[in-house]
C-alpha cells in the first residue's frame, strides 16, 4: 500500500507562486508514475499535471502548461508541483496520485487527502 501526503497549499493572490509537494511512502516501487489532479465544488476532477520517473517525461494540461512545472525527487520518493503565474480559476483542492505504470493521464491507483490552493483576484 501507498500513502501520499500532500502539502504547500494556501493562499495567494492572483500571479504569485506556490510549491506543492508530495510525499510517498509505505512501498517501494520502481519506474513510478506520479500526477497531480485538482478538483473544483461540484465539478469532476480534472488533470493537471504527471511525470514519469523512468524516463524523466512530464504531461501537462493545456491551462496550466507554461506556468506549472512537475518535478520529482525520485530517491525521497516525492513530487513537486511548481506554480506560477497562479489565476483566481486555479483556485481548487488540489491531489497528489501515484500508479506503476499505463498512461500517464490516468486512472491512478493511489491518492492523496488533496491540499486546498485559493487565488485571490
Known amino acids: 500500500q501507498v500513502q501520499l501526503v500532500e502539502s504547500g497549499g494556501g493562499l495567494v493572490q492572483a500571479g504569485g507562486s506556490l510549491r506543492l509537494s508530495c510525499a510517498a511512502s509505505?512501498?517501494?516501487?520502481?519506474?513510478?508514475?506520479m500526477g497531480w489532479f485538482r478538483q473544483v465544488p461540484g465539478l469532476e476532477r480534472e488533470f493537471v499535471a504527471a511525470?514519469?520517473?523512468?524516463?524523466?517525461?512530464?504531461v501537462y494540461a493545456s491551462s496550466v502548461k507554461g506556468r506549472f512545472t512537475i518535478s520529482g525527487d525520485n530517491a525521497k520518493n516525492t513530487v513537486f508541483l511548481q506554480m506560477n503565474s497562479l489565476k483566481p480559476e486555479d483556485t481548487a483542492v488540489y491531489y497528489c496520485?501515484?500508479?506503476?505504470?499505463?498512461?500517464?493521464?490516468?486512472?491512478?491507483?493511489?491518492w492523496g487527502q488533496g491540499t486546498q490552493v485559493t487565488v485571490s483576484s
Open positions: 511525470i514519469r520517473w523512468s524516463a524523466d517525461s512530464a
Open positions: 496520485a501515484a500508479k506503476t505504470g499505463g498512461a500517464l493521464t490516468g486512472p491512478y491507483d493511489y
Open positions: 509505505g512501498h517501494t516501487f520502481s519506474g513510478p508514475i
